[in-house]
């Protein structure tokens, strides 16, 4: 399968862009070295190269927590982490690249808690004891309303990655029960930017990026100026399993107009690419399946799918962001935006040992398309008042929006052939009987959903602040039944849901640079989950909304005379109105089962010396099913499959001299269950990251890292008869220029 636009991924344009990527790394060599700045020097002139500082500092990435930075996704009022009555992390470029996060999903895991994984058709994040439908994945803001939409993306193109944790509908609509992940990208500045990256790695890696901000009109004074900024990411290579190739492309443009009068407008439109030739699905679990599972080590690399299995995604982006600043105290925001996404599968996709594992059976043959199109409107404003003498902030706004998707199945469930576990050669996909090429559509599935929310801030003393939310929604549903129509399949259908969620929360700001917090949140869903590819069996059974409920209090401080600062949170969530399987009648669900977390989170952030900076952040959570049965069993107490209970990550870097910095991460994911009756586990594990960096002179810096250094063979994801394993150990080398 070719991808869809071949302009970006043709050899010439990509060879072009590397010529020009290592023009700029031999120009960047050419410079004499210089010393470090010091905090003495004056700071440098718009639109010219500053020197570098190379020591620590307290701002320096892995050291102290970005408490007092205004966060979009914990709040519409502006609000930093610290004020916001809410557990935020916000992971932040400079992190980015500290922690050599390839990707969105290297990101997600610098959050307190999350695991993550990339497993092609069932992306999953795991936030406060919550995956799939119930954890909202943003990108700038806007709710794509499809899980695998969130598959990882080159982190080039990010800015940051925003979360808040819990419900926390009433900011962005239905769902979000235990939490709200924001992607944001990176869009045109009024300062001029030039750089560049090379890198190169284990298993073929190969990658090129480029970052470019310019004046491209006016003379700088404001009105009349206007600045575009383009950031390219290509890469090739990187995948660690047998016969697999992974290619992907990412290019993201955006043009800053400023009109004067208080009014600018950004027109931004992103692009990307991924191709994946014959993916890794997952790995055979050996029999007995049961108690603590294994596999066969011979098999961690091999690859059971089709010899010309694919995934590819093409997907565009288009914003169209309007500000006007009327006043101080009034501001309007007007966002259009347009999300176009086109998905194709062609895969043997589950594969299992036989009972004396002497060969492994493959099935489950799938073609599939997902056809995408998301349309949108939000309108947001602000409003700095007072109610009396008190100071009271609000925010306000309207979202409007339609998402189409039809969805292109064909599937055969049987057994397409039986091979020796480690040597064995597979078909072409279209060899396999009942398998031909061609798309046939099953249903088309529009979500029409209009949305009015409001956000208020009040200081009822001068240091006690309550901050309030709450979000109502029409969501309509229509689908169209594009096959066979029968009894359980009938022409149309349709229905609407109407939750209304919020949130009430104080903060105390009771000394200096500490403060206390307690909140009440709300969340609410439709029980089919994802409303844009939910059957008619989903939404005619299930009438009722799915609702969540949280209770969270916490704490943020600096201590150590500011060389530290540090979060602390308790949470309790509740869902309740779960679908799940009704005890008289297997054929039947009833609204009946609940679903809790409970837990704590907790991130520290240290500058102990100049040279020296650690961060870490550690997640408890106990989930369980308050009530829910599955094959006419009870599951109440049980864990949920693939939540672990605690998660842990530490970072730390030294600076030996101004110019050679080494690193360390280490996480600890602790151990998950494969079934929901929890009869089969996976262990825990830990990963060592090591990084080596040496900055060449002030435009240049050379990065060596070696990921998952034990070579340790872990679980990304688990289920009752496969498992899908995480990178092996791999090592990279990057130079990064600015010119």
Same mark, same amino acid.
Request: charged share 20%.
């Given at each position: 399968?070719?991808?869809?636009?071949?302009?970006?991924?043709? *050899?010439?344009?990509?060879?072009?862009?590397?010529?020009?990527?290592?023009?700029?790394?031999?120009?960047?060599?050419?410079?004499?070295?210089?010393?470090?700045?010091?905090?003495?020097?004056? *700071?440098?002139?718009?639109?010219?190269?500053?020197?570098?500082?190379?020591?620590?500092?307290? /701002?320096?990435?892995?050291?102290?927590?970005?408490?007092?930075?205004?966060?979009?996704?914990?709040?519409?009022?502006?609000?930093?982490?610290?004020?916001?009555?809410?557990?935020?992390?916000?992971?932040?470029?400079?992190?980015?690249?500290?922690?050599?996060?390839?990707?969105?999903?290297?990101?997600?895991? #610098?959050?307190?808690?999350?695991?993550?994984?990339?497993?092609?058709?069932?992306?999953?994040?795991?936030?406060? &004891? @919550?995956?799939?439908?119930?954890?909202?994945?943003?990108?700038?803001?806007?709710?794509?309303?499809?899980?695998?939409?969130?598959?990882?993306?080159?982190?080039?193109?990010?800015?940051?990655?925003?979360?808040?944790?819990?419900?926390? #509908?009433?900011?962005?609509?239905?769902?979000?029960?235990?939490?709200?992940?924001?992607?944001?990208?990176?869009?045109?500045?009024?300062?001029?930017?030039?750089? %560049?990256?090379?890198?190169?790695?284990?298993?073929?890696?190969?990658?090129?990026?480029?970052?470019?901000?310019?004046?491209?009109?006016? $003379?700088?004074?404001?009105?009349?100026?206007?600045?575009?900024?383009?950031? @390219?990411?290509?890469?090739?290579?990187?995948?660690?399993?047998?016969?697999?190739?992974?290619?992907?492309?990412?290019?993201?443009?955006?043009?800053?107009? /400023?009109?004067?009068? &208080?009014?600018?407008?950004?027109?931004?439109?992103?692009?990307?690419?991924?191709?994946?030739?014959?993916?890794?699905?997952?790995?055979?679990?050996?029999?007995?399946?049961?108690?603590?599972?294994?596999?066969?080590?011979?098999?961690?690399?091999?690859?059971?799918?089709?010899?010309?299995?694919?995934?590819?995604?093409?997907?565009?982006?288009?914003?169209?962001?309007?500000?006007?600043?009327?006043?101080?105290?009034?501001?309007?925001?007007?966002?259009?935006?347009?999300? $176009?996404?086109?998905?194709?599968?062609?895969?043997?996709?589950?594969?299992?040992?036989?009972? /004396?594992?002497?060969?492994?059976?493959?099935?489950?043959?799938?073609?599939?398309?997902?056809?995408?199109?998301?349309?949108?409107?939000?309108?947001?404003?602000?409003?700095?008042?007072?109610?009396?003498?008190?100071?009271?902030?609000?925010?306000?706004?309207?979202?409007?929006?339609?998402?189409?998707?039809?969805?292109?199945?064909?599937?055969?469930?049987?057994?397409?052939?039986?091979?020796?576990?480690?040597?064995?050669?597979?078909?072409?996909?279209?060899?396999? *009987?009942?398998?031909?090429?061609?798309?046939?559509?099953?249903?088309?599935?529009?979500?029409?959903?209009?949305?009015?929310?409001?956000?208020?801030?009040?200081?009822?003393?001068?240091?006690?602040?309550?901050?309030?939310?709450?979000?109502?929604?029409?969501?309509?549903?229509?689908?169209?039944?594009?096959?066979?129509?029968?009894?359980?399949?009938?022409?149309?259908? #349709?229905?609407?849901?109407?939750?209304?969620?919020?949130?009430?929360?104080?903060?105390?700001?009771?000394?200096? &640079?500490?403060?206390?917090?307690?909140? @009440?949140?709300?969340?609410?869903?439709?029980?089919?989950?994802?409303?844009?590819?939910?059957? @008619?069996?989903?939404?005619?059974?299930?009438?009722?909304?799915?609702?969540?409920?949280?209770?969270?209090?916490?704490?943020?401080?600096?201590?150590?005379?500011?060389? &530290?600062?540090?979060?602390?949170?308790?949470?309790?969530?509740?869902?309740?109105?779960?679908?799940?399987?009704?005890?008289?009648?297997?054929?039947?669900?009833?609204?009946?089962?609940?679903?809790?977390?409970?837990?704590?989170? %907790?991130?520290?952030?240290?500058?102990?010396?100049?040279?020296?900076?650690?961060?870490?952040?550690?997640?408890?959570?106990?989930?369980?099913?308050?009530?829910?049965?599955?094959?006419?069993?009870?599951?109440?107490?049980?864990?949920?499959?693939?939540?672990?209970?605690?998660?842990?990550?530490?970072?730390?870097?030294?600076?030996?001299?101004?110019?050679?910095?080494?690193?360390?991460?280490?996480?600890?994911?602790?151990?998950?269950?494969? $079934?929901?009756?929890?009869?089969?586990?996976? *262990?825990?594990?830990?990963?060592?990251?090591?990084?080596?960096?040496?900055?060449?002179?002030?435009?240049?810096?050379?990065?060596?890292?070696?990921?998952?250094?034990?070579?340790?063979?872990?679980?990304?994801?688990?289920?009752?008869?496969?498992?899908?394993?995480?990178?092996?150990?791999?090592?990279?080398?990057?130079?990064?220029?600015?010119?």
């Amino acid at each position: 399968m070719k991808p869809p636009f071949k302009n970006l991924s043709h *050899p010439v344009f990509v060879a072009s862009s590397l010529r020009l990527a290592l023009a700029a790394a031999l120009s960047a060599l050419a410079t004499p070295a210089v010393l470090a700045q010091t905090a003495q020097d004056p *700071p440098a002139a718009a639109g010219t190269l500053s020197v570098v500082e190379v020591k620590a500092s307290p /701002d320096q990435p892995n050291s102290k927590l970005p408490l007092d930075t205004p966060v979009d996704t914990g709040s519409r009022l502006g609000l930093t982490s610290r004020e916001t009555p809410a557990s935020v992390t916000v992971v932040d470029r400079a992190t980015i690249d500290a922690r050599g996060a390839q990707n969105t999903q290297d990101v997600l895991r #610098s959050i307190p808690g999350v695991t993550a994984h990339d497993a092609p058709g069932s992306i999953g994040v795991m936030y406060r &004891g @919550f995956s799939g439908a119930s954890i909202t994945q943003l990108f700038n803001g806007v709710d794509v309303q499809y899980s695998i939409a969130a598959r990882p993306v080159d982190s080039w193109i990010y800015e940051r990655v925003e979360a808040i944790g819990g419900p926390s #509908s009433f900011l962005y609509g239905a769902g979000a029960v235990g939490g709200t992940i924001n992607h944001i990208t990176k869009l045109a500045t009024r300062h001029d930017l030039s750089e %560049a990256q090379l890198r190169l790695g284990t298993d073929s890696l190969r990658e090129a990026s480029l970052g470019l901000n310019r004046r491209v009109a006016g $003379d700088g004074q404001g009105s009349g100026d206007h600045h575009l900024r383009l950031d @390219f990411n290509h890469r090739e290579g990187g995948a660690w399993t047998e016969g697999t190739e992974r290619k992907a492309t990412q290019l993201a443009t955006s043009l800053l107009s /400023d009109f004067g009068g &208080g009014v600018s407008h950004t027109l931004a439109y992103e692009y990307q690419d991924e191709q994946v030739d014959r993916p890794y699905w997952g790995t055979p679990l050996l029999n007995p399946v049961a108690g603590t599972l294994r596999i066969d080590e011979r098999t961690r690399f091999k690859n059971y799918n089709s010899a010309d299995g694919v995934y590819a995604q093409r997907v565009h982006w288009l914003r169209s962001v309007t500000d006007w600043r009327v006043s101080d105290a009034l501001q309007w925001k007007n966002t259009f935006y347009v999300y $176009d996404a086109l998905r194709d599968y062609r895969n043997v996709e589950t594969y299992v040992f036989n009972s /004396d594992n002497t060969a492994v059976v493959r099935s489950n043959t799938l073609l599939q398309r997902h056809d995408q199109r998301l349309v949108g409107d939000r309108i947001d404003g602000s409003y700095k008042g007072q109610i009396g003498e008190r100071r009271s902030d609000w925010s306000f706004g309207l979202d409007v929006s339609q998402n189409k998707q039809t969805r292109f199945p064909n599937s055969l469930s049987g057994t397409v052939s039986t091979v020796d576990p480690y040597h064995f050669e597979t078909e072409s996909f279209f060899s396999i *009987p009942g398998m031909a090429p061609g798309f046939r559509p099953d249903r088309d599935n529009r979500v029409r959903t209009v949305a009015l929310y409001a956000e208020n801030r009040t200081a009822l003393v001068p240091t006690l602040n309550l901050v309030t939310a709450l979000r109502h929604e029409r969501i309509e549903l229509d689908l169209t039944n594009r096959r066979e129509i029968n009894a359980a399949n009938p022409a149309s259908y #349709s229905r609407s849901y109407n939750p209304t969620t919020g949130r009430i929360g104080l903060v105390w700001d009771f000394a200096p &640079g500490a403060n206390l917090y307690g909140q @009440f949140a709300t969340a609410a869903d439709p029980p089919a989950g994802i409303l844009s590819t939910a059957s @008619f069996a989903n939404v005619r059974d299930n009438s009722e909304l799915t609702t969540g409920r949280q209770f969270e209090v916490g704490s943020k401080l600096d201590f150590w005379q500011g060389r &530290g600062n540090a979060t602390l949170s308790a949470f309790h969530i509740t869902r309740k109105n779960i679908a799940t399987q009704d005890p008289n009648d297997r054929n039947l669900t009833v609204l009946v089962g609940e679903q809790s977390a409970k837990g704590v989170e %907790a991130g520290v952030g240290l500058q102990p010396t100049r040279q020296w900076a650690i961060q870490g952040n550690l997640g408890y959570v106990d989930a369980q099913y308050e009530s829910f049965t599955q094959n006419g069993m009870s599951l109440a107490g049980k864990r949920p499959t693939n939540t672990p209970r605690t998660v842990l990550n530490l970072w730390t870097s030294y600076a030996f001299t101004p110019q050679l910095e080494a690193s360390v991460g280490l996480r600890r994911v602790g151990a998950v269950y494969a $079934d929901a009756a929890n009869t089969q586990s996976w *262990p825990g594990y830990t990963l060592v990251d090591l990084g080596m960096s040496y900055r060449i002179n002030r435009n240049a810096q050379l990065t060596a890292r070696l990921r998952n250094a034990t070579d340790k063979v872990y679980a990304a994801s688990v289920r009752s008869t496969m498992v899908y394993l995480g990178a092996p150990r791999t090592a990279d080398l990057a130079l990064r220029v600015s010119f």
